[in-house]
Structures are given as C-alpha cells and as structure tokens.
C-alpha cells in the first residue's frame, strides 16, 4: 500500500487538566501533539475533505492528517483555536442536546467555530446513544435532528460521528440518507485509501498516549490499517449489548 494513503485520523474528546477523566487530555500534552502533528510534514484535512478522497474524486498526492473533537466540550473552542493558529485544520462533532449544558459548548460558541477558517462543526446525535441499540425511528430522529440543530445555528453540518464508535449496516444508511457526506467511526485504527467515507477510522487519543504513540501515529505505525467488513467481536459485544438493553427495558426494545 502507497504511504501516502494511509491517514491517521485522531480522536479527541477534552483538552483539559483532570485526574478523573481518562479521556482528558493536558493542554500541555496536546500542544506537544501539535508540535509533533507539525514537525510531521502532513497536510491537515477536515473529515469532509478526506471523504472526498475516500471516494476517489481526488488522488492522495501527499501525506495527510485529520484532527477530530467528539462531545462539545466547553475547552474544545481554544483548543481548535490553538491549532488553526498553526495553520492546521479540525472537525469538531457536537451533541447537540448538550449544547449549552454546564461544561459544554453555548450556542454562541459553536458558531464561532463553524466561522472558522478550517473547522467543519458535524452531528454527534442529540443525546449520544449507541445507535445500533435503538429502533429505526430512534436512529432517525437522533441523526435528523442533530444536524437539524447544527444548520439552525449556520453549520453546514455534513459530517457525522457515530457515538461511541457503535453503528452497523442500518445505521449507517440512515445517517446517509439524511444527508451526511461522510461519518466518522472509532477502530482506533489508521485510516487509507480504501477506507469507508460513512466509517471512517479513529484513534483515541486519552489521558495515558504518550507523545511517543502520536509520533508513531503521525509515522503511519503503531495502530492497524482500518478493516473492510466487521470483525466477529463487534459483532458479538453488539449483540451483549442489545441483550443487556432487553433485560434493563423488558419488553420495549
């Protein structure tokens, strides 16, 4: 496989300082991520960009990057500000039903970054559920109405990250069907070429990845090569999870 066309895709949640939350990342940590995403000679991408590769409506002639934020915490805003002054580029995935909750993202400030030049805002569903648990008409009214939310606030909204990474065959139709360009996975794998555009690789980036597993990252190393078709054990923690739904909720699922 031509290196070029492999893509690491980093996941970030918080940017924060916080013993308690394993997926807080140090402002410290990640502005030496930064560094290391700079001195990497990679060019920065937004998830709507790679997609278009993914596709094949552009050929990879370089070496590329992604950076992502999930959630929409409150932080995400200077982060996002600290790496488009380095000239790099972010998409950040909100939830909207948290939009303006204690420690998240305002209304305001989602705007300013979809204002931004180099920043995509997508849809993280209204209330972050895992989407393969729900029926159809609950997979729909999460993915409509969280870009619904997003474009009434001036976002563009044609990502989509499915939360916790969990999503199968009817919900990526559904996220496709409601307008969504691409759409973003987990795997904690590197992205290429043959990636899915509506499941694109992810690697998590928490508390405890060290700035040598970014370099390795940044280096195409590290992380496999994102897979084709599903593997056997998500297929099998899907269906513990939809067993322990049943139990929990009877009869309703």
């Known amino acids: ?19 308690n ?14 560094q290391a995403i700079l001195g990497s000679g990679r060019t920065p991408l937004t998830i709507s960009e790679l997609a278009e590769f993914l596709r094949g409506t552009a050929a990879m002639k370089r070496k ?6 999930d959630d929409g915490y409150a932080e995400t805003l200077e982060a ?16 909207t039903g948290l939009i ?9 400030q989602v705007q300013t970054l979809a204002s931004m030049q180099g920043v995509e805002v997508g849809a993280h569903t209204v209330s972050h559920p895992y989407l393969d648990e729900l029926g159809r008409t609950e997979v729909e009214q ?19 990250a499915y939360p916790h ?37 992810r690697y998590t980036v928490s508390q405890s990845t060290s700035l040598k597993q970014v370099t390795r990252l940044l280096e195409g190393r590290g ?7 599903e593997r056997l054990r998500t297929r099998a923690y899907r269906v513990a999870r939809r067993f322990g739904r049943r139990v929990s909720f009877g009869t309703r699922f």
Not at 21 to 34: E, I, M, Q, T, W
Request: one cysteine or more; glycine letters at 8%.
């Open 165 to 201: 990474g969990a999503y199968d065959a009817s919900v990526r139709a559904a996220v496709i069907e409601a307008g969504f360009g691409s759409a973003a996975g987990v795997k904690n794998a590197l992205s290429h070429g043959r990636d899915d555009p509506w499941a694109i690789a």
């Open 21 to 34: 939350d394993r997926y807080a990342v140090s402002p410290s940590s990640f502005a030496s991520h930064l």
């Open 100 to 108: 303006g909750s204690l420690g998240m993202l305002t209304p305001e």
């Open 1 to 19: 496989m031509d290196t070029r066309s492999i893509v690491p895709v980093l996941l970030y949640h918080r940017i924060a300082w916080s013993a």
């Open 142 to 160: 999460e993915v409509v109405r969280s870009r619904q939310t997003l474009q009434a606030l001036g976002c563009m909204a044609g990502s989509f």
């Open 223 to 229: 992380a496999p090569l994102a897979w084709t078709h």
């Open 64 to 69: 590329y990057i992604a950076i992502t934020f």
């Open 80 to 95: 996002v500000v600290a790496l488009t002054d380095l000239g790099l580029k972010a998409t950040v995935y909100v939830t």
